[in-house]
């Protein structure tokens, strides 16, 4: 992947896009508003008395008419951000039944395929590729891959940043052996639904690659490091939610109602849209916690905002527009592809040479072998360099 490496500029945008799912059949007769007027602005044509009191037209980086496929979605909207050898994260929003799942699954499996295209062409480097899965429901976090359905404490660790303690992470035989573990991230997915009514419109989906890479040859310690990048797909809980439970403030008091997760992330993009000043509530839900380095960190971002295009959701398409506009201004901080630095090696080295050293004295200094002396000094060299 080393001709993709590169340095972004600092205060990149988040590159969002709009996607209008086909008119369904049994709405064909339904009236569409929303026109595509071009590559990048998407027009609401229709004269509802009410329409002077809205924007009649909206532009971002990239709209996709109805007629569009994922595979364009894909390679004009999430891509270069998937590729981009950083932590990378690709967001679906919009209302329940507006294709975020639809768009994922394609946008997970081509960013998948392209991915190992790229590693299968770095004969010089050794890949381990690992995966994980998590779903976020009622603010409680549960590992995809796991047939327990306890949920896992979410923890700050000072290296690695926010963590999911105990959630199960699978090295990579292949790109099959993915698509086994989606087909099993999938079926659980289906068990808590049929389990809590509406879960899959009410929960959050991250699934999150990581990309480790090192030399094969060793070739000294300035080769040694090893390059780290990660891409999380992320599939958020339908955005409806979001919209009522903050017009009415009555649904507050419901607790089980409030996606607590969705509304931080909300207000978490439409406070990082106004420039990084004071406080933004990262930790105020679980998604927003896993996901700070995601929305205004150090990564790279795209939101694709799914939109019905029938009439009677005229009211969350609208809703879906504001926050995409909001999004659209967030600046996101990528700039760094190397996730295990050296100075993290040094430290991985240290901790080995301090395990020689323990091994050493309780073998007792008279019968320190050679061959041990002989690697601690390569270490202490190593560490030196
Ligand atoms: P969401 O995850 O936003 O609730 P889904 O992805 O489940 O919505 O989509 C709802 C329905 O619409 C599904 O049956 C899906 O197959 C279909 N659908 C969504 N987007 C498209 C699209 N772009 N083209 C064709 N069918 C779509
Ligand atoms: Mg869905």
Redesign the pocket.
């Known amino acids: 992947m080393s001709e993709e490496l590169q340095l972004h500029e600092q205060g990149e945008k988040i590159f969002v896009s709009i996607?209008l799912?086909?008119l369904?059949d049994k709405a064909r007769n339904r009236i569409c508003d929303w026109e595509c007027v071009n590559n990048d602005t998407i027009v609401f044509k229709n004269s509802l008395p009410e329409r002077s009191m809205f924007p009649a037209a909206y532009t971002f980086d990239r709209v996709f008419d109805?007629e569009?496929?994922?595979i364009q979605v894909y390679e004009e909207g999430a891509k270069h951000i998937a590729l981009s050898v950083l932590e990378a994260s690709i967001f679906?929003y919009?209302?329940?039944?507006?294709?975020?799942?639809?768009?994922m699954r394609g946008i997970t499996e081509y960013a998948v395929s392209d991915i190992y295209d790229c590693i299968e062409r770095q004969e010089e480097r050794d890949f381990v590729v690992k995966f994980c899965a998590m779903e976020i429901y009622n603010e409680a976090v549960r590992d995809l891959l796991s047939p327990d359905s306890y949920p896992l404490r979410v923890l700050d660790d000072p290296e690695r940043g926010t963590v999911v303690e105990k959630l199960t992470e699978v090295a990579l035989r292949d790109r099959d052996h993915l698509h086994e573990l989606l087909t099993i991230c999938e079926a659980q997915r289906q068990i808590g639904e049929t389990a809590l009514n509406e879960t899959?419109?009410r929960s959050h989906q991250i699934l999150r690659l990581t990309i480790e890479s090192s030399a094969r040859e060793y070739a000294g310690a300035g080769n040694s490091s090893i390059l780290a990048a990660s891409v999380n797909f992320v599939?958020l809980a339908?955005s409806e939610r979001a919209s009522q439970t903050s017009a009415a403030g009555t649904r507050l008091k419901e607790g089980c109602h409030i996606n607590r997760s969705l509304l931080t992330l909300g207000t978490v993009i439409r406070k990082l849209s106004k420039g990084r000043t004071g406080h933004v509530p990262y930790r105020d839900s679980k998604l927003t916690r896993i996901l700070q380095n995601a929305l205004g960190g150090n990564a790279r971002t795209a939101i694709i905002c799914?939109m019905s295009p029938e009439r009677i959701h005229v009211e969350q398409s609208r809703n879906t527009l504001l926050f995409a506009k909001c999004a659209r201004e967030v600046r996101t901080n990528a700039q760094v592809n190397l996730i295990m630095s050296d100075k993290a090696l040094v430290k991985q080295l240290q901790r080995e040479l301090a395990r020689l050293e323990k091994e050493m004295r309780s073998l007792g200094s008279a019968s320190v072998k050679g061959d041990t002396a002989g690697v601690l000094r390569e270490k202490e060299k190593l560490i030196g360099q």
């Open positions: 996607r799912r086909p369904q109805s569009s496929n994922t679906a919009g209302q329940t039944s507006s294709g975020k799942t639809y768009t899959s419109s599939d339908g799914t």
